[in-house]
């Protein structure tokens, strides 16, 4: 009976339809878009510098001390090597000293790279705008951030004094020349580090072959949560002093994780008014149905008809609405993402040379997950559900020798 009393006014219930199901594949679509668009921002941040997690010595992160070192990193590298989802991974050492050219100093950090090891973790090769990128073999030259380098005012083959303590607290002196300069788009690494070979680091900063921190990438960002569990529960054989510790991106980088989450919630409110806007449009169709059916009603209570009854049969019938609508709407929105989640959404030409520049690809992937398949629909459901029952509760205050036809 719910059924067909849909479609007592079929263009009324297909317009209410169309706009459940429009609202449903928005909020697919648009979720998804979000999910895909967050894989990016932290796909960009994780390749320029922290990789989807890191090995350090427990406090380093907070504390940074020079003497917070993983004491053997070959050690480490047989774990990661034991891991299956490990795409690669790499060693660097850290120091803060004062970087002083011919006109200026300035502090900064000095970090020591694995030239090669370096190019499969992170993108800092690509990133390289004048000069070139670090060999295996390189001694003292040295790369630095485009505004160190304006700050310092030097340039290519220009030299660079680095003055800063040693592991051991002995003092770390050394000459550098500027054999590259590379722009991120992330100021504070580009005004604030510069890379050079890690033997020579632990050589100048008497490391004795310890580093401050090992860089892991997974082979997915989904993968990264699974290789982080199985690392944490084997670095306690490995002995160091203090214990080693594995960090996760988001632990790494608590404000881009804030930042997601901001957006993500911003998001949502937006999603629920256009939900609302759909609710009114389900209240319409209810109240013109209950007003439209107020005799129909009076008679079949008449009958002997509860009004409990009459709720459940309109909210049936909001049910069967409501759900044909999410049908169609689902199987719009994940058609359309499937499309542009393989075919991706181009930026366009205004903004294309620029996004490139700073490693964000030119096109941005929708990623249909269950956020994406369940926030929307559940949104649209709840709220739908909400906005049907005050007109089928209303049933509950006709009064029967009211609403029956007069003669």
Do not use: C
């Not at 990193?73 to 790499?90: C, E, H, K």
């Not at 390289?128 to 670090?134: H, S, T």
């Not at 033997?199 to 990438?217: C, D, K, N, P, W």
């Not at 939900?275 to 009076?298: C, H, K």
């Amino acid at each position: 009976m719910g059924w067909r009393n849909i479609w007592r006014n079929p263009r009324r219930s297909v317009l209410t339809m169309t706009a459940i199901a429009f609202a449903v594949a928005l909020l697919v679509f648009m979720l998804a878009f979000q999910m895909g668009t967050y894989d990016a921002m932290i796909g960009n941040a994780v390749a320029i510098r922290t990789g989807h997690m890191q090995i350090q010595a427990e406090k380093y992160h907070d504390e940074g001390k020079m003497w917070q070192v993983v004491e053997d990193p070959a050690a480490v590298a047989d774990v990661l090597d034991s891991i299956p989802r490990v795409a690669a991974y790499t060693a660097r050492a850290n120091g803060f000293a004062l970087l002083s050219s011919e006109e200026r100093t300035y502090g900064g950090m000095v970090v020591g790279i694995d030239p090669e090891a370096e190019a499969r973790v992170s993108t800092l090769k690509t990133l390289i705008r004048e000069g070139e990128y670090l060999e295996p073999d390189d001694g003292n030259q040295a790369l630095v951030g485009r505004l160190l380098a304006k700050n310092l005012k030097i340039g290519l083959g220009d030299e660079l004094v680095v003055l800063g303590n040693g592991r051991d607290g002995s003092i770390a002196a050394m000459v550098y020349t500027i054999k590259g300069i590379y722009s991120s788009g992330q100021d504070e690494f580009d005004r604030a580090s510069i890379q050079v070979p890690l033997a020579h680091f632990q050589e100048t900063f008497s490391m004795r072959g310890a580093v401050h921190e090992i860089v892991v990438l997974a082979d997915s960002l989904d993968a990264a949560g699974d290789v982080r569990k199985e690392l944490s529960s084997t670095l306690g054989e490995i002995e160091n002093e203090p214990p080693l510790v594995a960090l996760s991106w988001d632990e790494l980088l608590p404000g881009l994780k804030e930042s997601i989450t901001l957006d993500f919630v911003s998001g949502i409110i937006m999603y629920l008014m256009l939900t609302v806007v759909v609710a009114f449009s389900i209240l319409n169709t209810f109240l013109m149905a209950v007003f439209e059916r107020t005799r129909e009603f009076g008679v079949l209570m008449a009958l002997g008809a509860r009004p409990g009854r009459l709720t459940r049969l309109l909210l049936i019938e909001s049910t069967f609405l409501t759900l044909a609508g999410l049908v169609a709407g689902l199987a719009l929105g994940v058609g359309v993402t499937l499309f542009f989640q393989s075919h991706g959404i181009p930026l366009g030409e205004s903004i294309r040379d620029m996004v490139q520049q700073y490693g964000i690809p030119e096109r941005l992937y929708p990623k249909l997950n269950m956020v994406a398949l369940t926030v929307g629909p559940g949104i649209v459901l709840v709220i739908t559900f909400i906005t049907a029952l005050f007109p089928a509760l209303k049933v509950r205050s006709i009064n029967p020798v009211e609403a029956l036809p007069t003669v």
